[in-house]
């Protein structure tokens, strides 16, 4: 198969490229990476050695792909679908490129930096930096709370990779700084991901993995 990702289905990240890939049925052979297993963190390393996922191969194109917009956007360009995740529109794709970097700049990467927290050893954890995370995450909810009022989707009434971007962001970081009831607008959004065919195929696919969560 010509394109191949390198993944696991816990991974935050590599939710955002799978929902991309559902949206539009593209046809791909997934490669689970379980960096605490030498041989499978070694064979991935060979293919990319940064040693971080998701990595698109394109074995049609001889191309390797990092990162999750970086994918997204290589796969609007040479694997179009029904569905425009990257619109061609000026004006649209501005919108769905800062939304992007805002869910995951403002979202994801905090809500991160409170889960890894929970694995770190003893002695190591950083409170004050959970705390930042925690107060950056609201901040955001609020923003988008605002922008929700008259959208459907992120960017409008479009689904597109500003919603990819959200989708994971937003189920995990409910997991760790709940919505509770201020955020009406967002609580609907994210439901409206979870039931979109695409996200609700990543959350089947990944409940056998939850019990690794580290809630």
Wanted: glycine share 4%; net charge negative.
């Amino acid at each position: 198969m010509a394109l191949e990702l390198y993944m696991h289905p816990l991974a935050s990240f590599c939710w955002k490229v799978l929902v991309a890939l559902y949206e539009n049925d593209t046809p791909f052979e997934p490669h689970v990476v379980d960096l605490a297993d030498e041989k499978s963190r070694t064979d991935f390393e060979k293919i990319w050695p940064i040693g971080k996922f998701p990595v698109l191969r394109d074995r049609g194109r001889d191309r390797i792909v990092f990162e999750s917009s970086n994918i997204i956007e290589y796969l609007a360009h040479h694997h179009p679908g029904k569905v425009e995740l990257v619109p061609e529109n000026p004006d649209r794709v501005f919108e769905v490129r800062r939304l992007d970097r805002f869910f995951d700049h403002y979202v994801h990467e905090p809500m991160q930096k409170i889960v890894t927290d929970r694995i770190r050893p003893e002695g190591k954890s950083d409170p004050y930096g959970v705390d930042q995370a925690r107060r950056v995450i609201q901040t955001a909810y609020g923003m988008i709370d605002r922008d929700l009022r008259d959208r459907t989707w992120a960017a409008g009434d479009a689904f597109g990779m500003a919603d990819c971007a959200a989708a994971p962001a937003l189920y995990y970081a409910n997991r760790v700084a709940p919505l509770g009831d201020a955020h009406e607008n967002v609580t609907r959004y994210l439901r409206r991901l979870e039931e979109r065919p695409s996200f609700a195929r990543v959350l089947r696919e990944a409940q056998p993995y939850f019990a690794m969560f580290p809630g």
